[in-house]
């Protein structure tokens, strides 16, 4: 069966580093990824798609990959700050419904960062 | 852009009383439509979506049910709460295309004592 695998673990680091988040696939051959960001007690925000035929993509200070082989991404933020503490969710497309896929999301990672 | 609103917030309800969560749809029209659940330290459980008015899918067998009376209104109930129940609850919509993000409501914390 399909699987998406986020670490389970809090990611902690320091004020202007670069966190680095990790989502892992098994079982899936996604047209794209997306990452959202959930702040406690919220509802999650879309921050980045990606599609299968990119190999990374910007917004800012955030920086996706997605790696077809590996069948894996990475979520990057530079310059990290404590406002970026948040859990971050990856989300593969599921069945299909609509004209559309519906989203099927990871546990998420927890990133903390500390002034 | 579209904007999703839920109420309440949060919830307490006693085991076997009803619920009735709305969610409405503001910006846009024909959305797909979701239900997730959200354990503590868990991820989203797709619940329920709706690609229309009446047209429901149940992606879990659960104590809950959904409704879509309007285009842009998507309702969670269940007859009889169980402790099994309780969670954060997130309604989603997306106005569709395959690769279109979903836009969250802010959820309602439900807890079944």
């Known amino acids: 069966s399909q699987k998406i695998e986020q670490n389970s673990e809090a990611l902690n680091i320091q004020e202007g580093k670069t966190a680095t988040l990790t989502c892992n696939y098994t079982n899936y051959s996604p047209a794209y990824l997306q990452w959202y960001r959930q702040d406690p007690g919220r509802g999650p925000v879309f921050l980045l798609l990606?599609?299968?035929?990119?190999k990374e993509k910007r917004k800012e200070r955030l920086k996706v990959t997605f790696d077809t082989t590996l069948k894996q991404s990475l979520f990057h933020i530079t310059a990290s700050q404590p406002a970026d503490s948040a859990t971050y969710l990856c989300?593969?497309?599921?069945?299909?419904?609509?004209?559309?896929?519906?989203?099927?999301f990871g546990r998420g990672t927890s990133l903390i960062v500390h002034p | 852009s579209q904007t999703i609103h839920q109420w309440p917030a949060t919830l307490v309800q006693p085991v076997g009383s009803p619920l009735s969560l709305e969610c409405t749809v503001e910006g846009t029209s024909n959305p797909n439509l979701y239900w997730y659940r959200q354990a503590a330290g868990r991820g989203l459980q797709l619940l329920f979506y709706s690609v229309g008015i009446g047209q429901i899918s149940s992606e879990v067998p659960q104590n809950l049910s959904a409704s879509r009376p309007q285009d842009r209104q998507f309702i969670l109930s269940s007859k009889k709460l169980l402790l099994s129940d309780s969670g954060f609850y997130l309604c989603?919509?997306?106005?569709?295309?395959?690769?279109?993000?979903?836009?969250f409501g802010n959820g309602t914390r439900l807890t079944v004592t």
């Open positions: 989300a593969l497309p599921g069945s299909a419904s609509g004209g559309s896929y519906i989203p099927t």
């Open positions: 989603a919509g997306t106005i569709g295309g395959y690769n279109s993000p979903l836009h």
């Open positions: 990606i599609r299968e035929n990119e």
